[in-house]
C-alpha cells in the first residue's frame, strides 16, 4: 500500500513536470542534480487538491498533538499550508523574510502558547524550518511538529517530528564536492533564498 501511495506521488510530480534534471544550487546553497519545483503542482488546483489531502490525511494519522494554528515559510510555503489549513479547518499564516530573518507580517499574530504546525513545500537541510521556529517562538508560539509534501533526504533530522508526503534520497553536494559530470551542467539556481557565496 505504501509503495503504491509513493507510486502515486511521483507520477503526480512527474506529470507535473516537478521534478527537474539538471545542475541545481538550492536555496541552502548546496548543489544538486535533481531540483523538486512543487509550484508546478499548484499549476493545477485539481492536483494541488489531491496531493494536499494525502498529506493532511497522514497529518491527521500521525500527529500526536493537537493543533492551534499553521505556519508557512514563505514563498514555497504559502499555498501548501493555506491547502492543509482549508482541508484540516486550522487557522493559517505565514512568515516572510525582512532583511534576511522571517517575521510575521500582514497581521497576522502568534498568541503565546499557541500549539503550531509548520508546513513547508520541501525539507532539504531544515535551515528555513528552524529559522521559521525562532520566528513562531520569539511571538510566543510552540511549534509541535512540521510537516511537508517532499523531504529531500531522509537523514535531515529536526527537534519535532516531521511528516512528509514522500521522503526520497536525493544526493546534495557542497562546491568541494561536486561531482565532474555535474561540473559541466550548466548552473540554475531557481530556490528563494538569497545565497551568497563566500
Known amino acids: 500500500m505504501i509503495l503504491d501511495e509513493n507510486n502515486l506521488i511521483i507520477k ?12 541545481f544550487i ?10 523538486i519545483q512543487c509550484a508546478k503542482i499548484f499549476e493545477n488546483p485539481s492536483r494541488a487538491m489531491k496531493v494536499c489531502a494525502l498529506l493532511a490525511d497522514k497529518i491527521k494519522k500521525e500527529l500526536n498533538s493537537s493543533i492551534d494554528l499553521i505556519l508557512s515559510p514563505a514563498i514555497g510555503g504559502i499555498i ?3 491547502e492543509i489549513g482549508r482541508q484540516l479547518g486550522i487557522r493559517t499564516m505565514f512568515c516572510e523574510r525582512v532583511n534576511g530573518k522571517f ?3 500582514r497581521g497576522f499574530e ?20 528552524l529559522e521559521a521556529v525562532e520566528c513562531a517562538e520569539g511571538e510566543g508560539g510552540k511549534v ?9 533526504n531522509s537523514e535531515t533530522k529536526l ?35 538569497e545565497y551568497l557565496t563566500k
Open 110 to 129: 502568534i498568541k503565546k502558547g499557541e500549539k503550531i504546525l509548520l508546513i513547508e513545500d520541501v525539507i532539504t537541510t531544515g535551515k528555513s524550518s
Open 12 to 23: 503526480e510530480f512527474k506529470e507535473a513536470e516537478a521534478i527537474l534534471h539538471g545542475h
Open 144 to 152: 509541535v511538529a512540521e510537516a511537508s509534501l517532499i523531504k529531500r
Open 103 to 105: 517575521e510575521l507580517r
Open 26 to 35: 538550492l536555496s541552502s546553497g548546496l548543489h544538486s542534480n535533481t531540483y
Open 80 to 82: 501548501v499550508g493555506y
Open 159 to 193: 527537534p519535532f517530528p516531521v511528516i512528509s508526503l514522500i521522503e526520497l534520497n536525493i544526493k546534495n553536494y557542497s562546491e568541494e564536492e561536486l561531482p565532474s559530470e555535474l561540473k559541466q551542467l550548466p548552473i540554475t539556481k531557481p530556490g528563494s533564498r
